[in-house]
């Protein structure tokens, strides 16, 4: 158990719905990484706050937004949603040069 | 930009035979390279990682990577295969500091036959 939650673990819905994953990180990590995993783009970084900042940005859609909350859980909002959308959502935290993962959320979207 | 690459889709190794799977990087200045495993239907667990010092670097699970400079390779070792280290495994980079997002490669399956 690397002590990153994810919820919830699978979701089903369908195209134009918008759906919020939620991601608590390790107690004491301030940076939450967002990947997205899928069958012909692999694994990609999303997006990254740190303290309740976003820090860094990837290969995310205008569609798809992020936040990190005081309590330094993190949301991932995807709005709009596309067939190509489906995928595996990982969250990630870290300290410093290790990052722990989630479980991640299956989206299937309809 | 940082970049890895992992030429094997899939790799086939007898139980108790020695196993590699194959990275190699292209990063601008020091690599900061890691090694992670994804089991079915779960996340990512960390096995190494190199940042500086000895070339070859042991982690979790009996698993060890080769840093070779002059090669640009980051291969993942293990000198015996378990039927139980079937898995998908990712090669990966990150920037030159801290709390950086990691650059993946695409991962290697490994299947040990018993």
């Known amino acids: 158990d690397s002590g990153v939650t994810q919820t919830p673990k699978h979701l089903i819905t369908a195209t134009g719905q918008r759906v919020t994953l939620r991601c608590s990180p390790r107690s004491g990590d301030l940076s939450v990484y967002w990947y997205q995993q899928s069958l012909d783009q692999g694994l990609q970084f999303l997006i990254q706050?740190?303290?309740?900042?976003?820090?860094a940005k990837g290969n995310i859609l205008e569609r798809f937004s992020a936040q990190q909350f005081p309590d330094l859980h993190s949301e991932l909002n995807l709005s709009s949603l596309e067939l190509g959308d489906s995928a595996l959502y990982f969250c990630?935290?870290?300290?410093?040069?290790?990052?722990?993962f989630g479980p991640g959320t299956r989206l299937t979207v309809l | 930009a940082q970049s890895v690459a992992q030429p094997e889709d899939q790799v086939n190794v007898a139980e108790g035979n020695p196993l590699t799977v194959k990275c190699t990087y292209s990063?601008?200045?020091?690599?900061?390279l890691f090694w992670y495993v994804q089991y079915p239907n779960r996340g990512l667990q960390f096995l190494l990682k190199?940042?500086?010092?000895?070339?070859l670097v042991k982690g979790s699970y009996g698993f060890e990577a080769e840093f070779n400079k002059s090669q640009t390779s980051f291969h993942l070792k293990k000198p015996s295969a378990l039927v139980s280290d079937s898995a998908l495994y990712f090669c990966a980079v990150r920037g030159l500091s801290g709390n950086t997002p990691l650059v993946f490669g695409k991962g290697t399956r490994l299947s040990v036959i018993a």
């Open positions: 990063v601008s200045g020091n690599p900061y």
């Open positions: 706050y740190y303290n309740g900042e976003e820090r």
């Open positions: 190199y940042i500086t010092g000895d070339n």
């Open positions: 990630a935290s870290s300290v410093a040069d290790e990052q722990f």
